[in-house]
């Protein structure tokens, strides 16, 4: 029973960001270039799925243990957690400038 707690818990880290990880780009790119966006982000996603799997069974030939690699996707899940945090830093900073910009073209224009 705790192992299938553990693996559920483990299930919801997983696909939780999934819907985040949709919305970014329709967030921060415009609206005629959002699906191009999209696409290049699920081919990059899917070149992860490709190489994942590779450099850790290339990790575990060279190393003889499964460690390497457990840390390998460690350590890429971390990285892409700090750009992600640093991507949504900018977000609002790049949405307030342009509404700004927007208002001040309104308020010139009259």
Request: charged content about 5%; proline content about 5%.
């Amino acid at each position: 029973m705790l192992i299938y707690s553990l693996l559920s818990i483990t299930a919801i880290g997983v696909y939780a960001p999934y819907g985040p990880l949709w919305a970014i780009p329709t967030a921060i790119i415009p609206a005629e270039v959002a699906g191009a966006a999209m696409g290049l982000q699920n081919a990059i996603g899917n070149l992860g799925g490709y190489n994942g799997p590779k450099f850790f069974g290339v990790l575990k030939d060279l190393t003889g243990n499964y460690h390497a690699g457990f840390y390998f996707l460690a350590l890429s899940l971390a990285l892409a957690g700090i750009v992600t945090f640093f991507l949504g830093k900018t977000i609002p900073q790049r949405q307030a400038s342009a509404t700004s910009a927007s208002n001040q073209k309104t308020v010139h224009s009259n």
